[in-house]
């Protein structure tokens, strides 16, 4: 089974521009998440989808938005780049195991998003 | 919400050795603890997880034990070999709301094996 894929691995933008990252989860997986990666912070959860919709958003400000299609591909956008925006952005898909337990994710190779 | 800490946050051994790594958690909800292997310029790999109504769980080289009561989980690395040198995370589910899907993260830890 293929992994999970992300576009594009790098990223150069301009403050003020905007971004799109997407991410195709592994087959046959419907929940997809967003991980924001930096030396500074660590790992933090952006949001997740399933089934098209948003069931859980983290800590960051309304310029980062998320989307997620019928097919679960995702998208993420980050509006109105600032430089601390500088990260890897880490997509990790997910098959719930139901009964209630926690998913266990697997990660994409991340899209390092560079802002100057 | 819940709050991981993570011990060491750089490690070195020979070759041969064995690696602990130590994490503790805040959330007594949190009921799913993965570790992920980190290489450079790649997504972080799923190496061995547990769940909170196991104590320990072990894969060839690679081990983890959980202490629900005092809330923390180590990571044991025997044999270590010198592709065993990345970064390792330890996660927790954040159990609050009923969340089974937002993984808190540790700091991280530098593993170095000298060969």
């Known amino acids: 089974k293929a992994g999970v894929t992300q576009t594009p691995r790098y990223l150069i933008k301009t403050r003020g521009q905007q971004v799109t990252l997407s991410c195709s989860p592994i087959s046959g997986h419907r929940s997809v998440s967003w991980y924001q990666q930096t030396p500074g912070q660590g790992l933090q959860f952006l949001f997740e989808?399933?089934?098209?919709?948003?069931?859980n958003k983290g800590n960051f400000p309304g310029r980062f938005s998320g989307r997620q299609f019928s097919n679960s591909r995702s998208e993420m956008n980050v509006s109105t780049l600032e430089l601390g925006d500088s990260a890897l952005y880490l997509c990790?898909?997910?098959?719930?195991?139901?009964?209630?337990?926690?998913?266990?994710?697997?990660f994409g190779p991340g899209t390092r998003l560079t802002v100057l | 919400g819940e709050n991981v800490e993570q011990h060491p946050s750089t490690l070195s051994v020979q070759e041969g050795d064995s690696a602990v790594i130590k994490c503790t958690y805040s959330d007594s909800a949190s009921n799913y603890f993965p570790w992920y292997k980190q290489e450079l310029g790649k997504g972080p790999q799923l190496i061995i997880d547990i769940r909170s109504n196991v104590g320990e769980k072990k894969d060839q080289r690679i081990a983890v034990t959980l202490n629900k009561t005092a809330k923390h989980f180590s990571l044991h690395i025997t044999e270590t070999q010198p592709e065993d040198s990345a970064v390792y995370f330890c996660?927790?589910?954040?159990?609050?709301?009923?969340?089974?899907?937002?993984?808190?993260f540790g700091k991280g830890t530098l593993l170095t094996v000298n060969p």
């Open positions: 990790a898909s997910s098959s719930p195991p139901g009964q209630g337990l926690a998913d266990t994710q697997y």
């Open positions: 996660a927790a589910i954040d159990g609050s709301g009923g969340s089974n899907y937002k993984l808190t």
């Open positions: 989808y399933f089934s098209e919709t948003q069931r």
